[in-house]
Every structure is written in C-alpha cells, then in structure tokens.
C-alpha cells in the first residue's frame, strides 16, 4: 500500500488557447478539468501502473466534492477531513503545441487547530492499517493554518509505525522536513538549490560538465545528512539519484512534451512503486523517468 497526503488539493483547469495574449481578450480552444495536487497525482499515477494507493488529506466545499467524486470514479479508495470553505483552483494557461504552461494559483482554504488534529486522527487510523513494507508519499504545500512543523509531525508518525516516508515539498517545510530524515525525497534542481545553498551554473547539467557533478556531490551530503534516498529531477536532463549504495544518473528520453505539469508527481510515484516492488535504485530511475515521460507525452 502507498498512502498519499494532499493537504492543499486543487482543482486545475487546463485552458489551451491558439495564441495567449497578455493583457487582451483570451478564448480557449478547449478547457480540461482534473481533480489535483501533488499527492492526488501521484495516485492517480500509481493506479495507472496497477500500484494499489489510498489518498488522503483535506478538503473543502463543492470543489472539495468534485474531487472526491473523481477520484472516486477512478477507483482510487480514500478519506479526506472536510472543513469550511472551498478547495482552490488553479488556473493552467497553455498555448497549443507548446508544453510551456502559465499557472494562477488560489492559496486556498483555512484550517483551525481543531481541523488540523483531525485529519492526524485519520493519518493515524490510516497508518495502523499499513506495515513496514508500505510507503507514505507527502506532497505538495499545506493549507493556510497547518502548523509548520506538520510535514515533521506525519514523517515522525509513520516512522514510529515503521513505515517508510517521501517527501516532496519546497520552501521552509523542506528545509524542515528533511530535519526529520524522511526515507525519500525528491528535490528539482531550484529545490536542491534552497535546501543545500549550492550554486549550480546556468548552463544545463550534462555528464560532462561541473553542475552535474555538483549535483551529485549534494545529493549524496544529503543522504549522509540521513535520507536514505535523494532523488533530484531535472526536466527534460534526466534525473539523478542518491542512495547509500551510489549515486546514479539517467538521462530523459528526447521528446516533445504536450505538457510538463505533473511530471515530478509521475516521476515520484514511479520510483516509490520500483521501490515497493523491490527494484534495484538503478531500475527504480529508469522506470520513474519512463513513467514521467509517458506522462508528457500522452
């Protein structure tokens, strides 16, 4: 089982425009509407490669509704703590033909102290229905009112329990998350920027340059830090991983990507999924980075 925590879940609108125009009149071509954030991604990721997920988090109002029923009906089993308000929407502005994408992003929902207390009483009762074989997959930004240390709270939970936890957040819960040794993490490149202070250069990292071996070097201080497994993403160069047994590289297939959002979330839920199915970390990237390109592609 790979349990995954949405705490600030959105709905996003994918509007494809001919041309955008800035400051003008705007129509859309077509609108694509899907039940999202990190966690819920990375679900709907693992159900598509037969991995068996279970989503939680929170929600709010008929947008909240929306998403439980979609994923619903996509199979995917889940319990989320409902609370006032409504669950944001995220505004994805693309122009047809090209995977660059333009986001408006709602901060969404409040929570209270009381909310925030429980959905760790469902976190609990979810953890007590795993074992030491299951993964925990925490994604994404909290919503307004979570205390900062609540990424720190979940991983020291499900480490008490025995149960292995990845994170993949950015900003201070980060910096603080990874204080609490999660099993994994998975970085891009500005996010292993402003976890490690490196100064990687402009120019893109390939296997002969000096920012692809900075990379490494800061991946593999982070899992003698404590993290087992450091995965960084870097886009359309690949991605490379970290672990107590080396530190691995594997570069992205050529393609043109229809679209980039939600790559990382794929990436992640196919490098959990090799690790539960007990692949070796070079077979685990290869299979994330396939996952992640099928998902750019389609």
Not at 229 to 236: I, L, P, Q, S
């Given at each position: 089982m790979i349990l995954t925590v949405t705490l600030n879940p959105t709905i996003d609108k994918f509007y494809y425009l001919d041309r955008f125009k800035l400051n003008g009149l705007n129509r859309s071509v077509r609108c694509d509407t899907v039940a999202s954030?990190?966690?819920?991604?990375?679900?709907?990721?693992?159900?598509?490669?037969?991995?068996?997920?279970?989503?939680?988090?929170?929600?709010?109002?008929?947008?909240?509704?929306?998403?439980?029923?979609?994923?619903?009906?996509?199979?995917?089993?889940?319990?989320?703590?409902?609370?006032?308000?409504?669950?944001?929407?995220?505004?994805?502005?693309?122009?047809?033909?090209s995977p660059e994408t333009t986001e408006v992003l709602e901060n969404g929902f409040a929570v209270t102290e009381a909310d925030t207390e429980r959905f760790l009483a469902v976190f609990g009762k979810r953890l007590n229905a795993?074992?030491?074989?299951?993964?925990?997959?925490?994604?994404?930004?909290?919503?307004?009112?979570?205390p900062d240390d609540i990424y720190n709270v979940l991983i020291g939970t499900a480490k008490d329990r025995g149960i292995r936890t990845v994170l993949d957040t950015s900003g201070e819960r980060l910096k603080r998350g990874v204080s609490a040794e999660p099993f994994m993490i998975k970085p891009n490149l500005n996010e292993l920027r402003y976890l490690t202070g490196i100064n990687i250069p402009a120019e893109?990292?390939?296997a002969q340059c000096a920012p692809l071996r900075i990379v490494k070097e800061a991946a593999a201080g982070l899992v003698r830090g404590g993290t087992?497994?450091?995965?960084?993403?870097?886009?359309?160069?690949?991605?490379?991983?970290?672990?107590?047994?080396?530190?691995?590289r594997e570069p992205a297939e050529r393609i043109t990507p229809k679209?980039?959002?939600?790559?990382?979330?794929?990436?992640?839920a196919g490098f959990v999924k090799g690790l539960y199915d007990i692949m070796k970390p070079q077979e685990c990237l290869k299979y994330a980075?396939?996952?992640?390109?099928?998902h750019a592609i389609k």
């Open positions: 954030g990190k966690g819920l991604n990375v679900s709907r990721t693992l159900k598509s490669l037969g991995g068996e997920t279970f989503a939680t988090g929170i929600i709010a109002g008929y947008t909240g509704e929306f998403i439980i029923n979609e994923i619903n009906g996509l199979g995917i089993p889940n319990e989320f703590v409902r609370v006032p308000g409504e669950t944001r929407v995220t505004a994805n502005i693309m122009e047809i033909g795993m074992n030491e074989s299951d993964f925990v997959v925490i994604s994404g930004s909290a919503c307004v009112g979570c893109k990292p390939d087992e497994y450091v995965c960084v993403t870097m886009g359309a160069d690949g991605a490379v991983v970290a672990c107590r047994d080396g530190v691995y679209r980039t959002v939600g790559c990382g979330d794929a990436f992640t980075i396939k996952t992640a390109t099928e």
